[in-house]
């Protein structure tokens, strides 16, 4: 089945970095493209970042433009999302996400929090 984990989550001061993980199973990792998602407490799920299939193709959420990085190694069928210049605002659980066969799948998420 189906199954994707993150990790790389944790505690950060503002102005920090954080380099999240999502290891993938039970399906052809190479083929799909995969997503990263955050819900902050009391906010809406909303997407963070995209990635096509072969990383040729990245799409952001505007207020994350330049400041967070999404990749991909299809050999390790894994996906990363580096994060830059934390902010207060950045704190939320993050969780990957991948569409597959009209099915929405996601991880548990990890948790980020961005304090002094």
């Known amino acids: 089945q189906v199954q994707l984990v993150e990790s790389g989550g944790g505690l950060v001061q503002p102005g920090g970095s954080l380099r999240l993980s999502c290891a993938a199973s039970?399906?052809?990792?190479?083929?799909?493209?995969m997503s990263w998602y955050r819900q902050a407490p009391g906010k809406e799920r909303e997407l963070v970042a995209a990635i096509t299939n072969t990383g040729g193709d990245t799409n952001y959420a505007d207020s994350m433009k330049g400041r967070f990085t999404i990749s991909r190694d299809n050999a390790k069928n894994t996906v990363y999302l580096q994060m830059n210049s934390l902010r207060p605002e950045d704190t939320a659980g993050y969780c990957c996400?991948?569409?597959?066969?009209?099915?929405?799948?996601w991880g548990q998420g990890t948790q980020v929090t961005v304090s002094s």
């Open positions: 996400s991948v569409l597959r066969r009209g099915l929405r799948y």
């Open positions: 039970g399906f052809t990792f190479s083929i799909y493209a």
